[in-house]
C-alpha cells in the first residue's frame, strides 16, 4: 500500500553519525573496537565526536 497523495511525502531518518557510513556499520564497528580493547562504546562515540565530528574522510593535521 503506497500512498499516492502528493501531500503524504516519506519521512527520511537523518543518519545520526554521518551521511556516507550507515548508523548500523559505525556502531557495529564501535562494539567490535570497544570489545577488543576493553572500553565503553561511548568513550569511542566521544573520541570520535571530538576529533572529527563523526566524519570519516577527515585526515588529522598532525598525521600530514
Do not use: W
Amino acid at each position: 500500500n503506497v500512498p499516492t497523495d502528493e501531500r503524504v511525502t516519506a519521512v527520511r531518518r537523518k543518519a545520526r553519525y554521518h551521511s556516507g557510513v550507515a548508523d548500523l556499520e559505525i556502531e557495529q564497528a564501535f562494539s567490535r573496537a570497544a570489545q577488543q580493547h576493553h572500553v565503553q562504546p561511548a568513550l569511542l562515540l566521544g573520541v570520535m565526536k571530538a576529533e572529527s565530528s563523526c566524519n570519516p574522510t577527515v585526515v588529522s593535521k598532525a598525521e600530514r
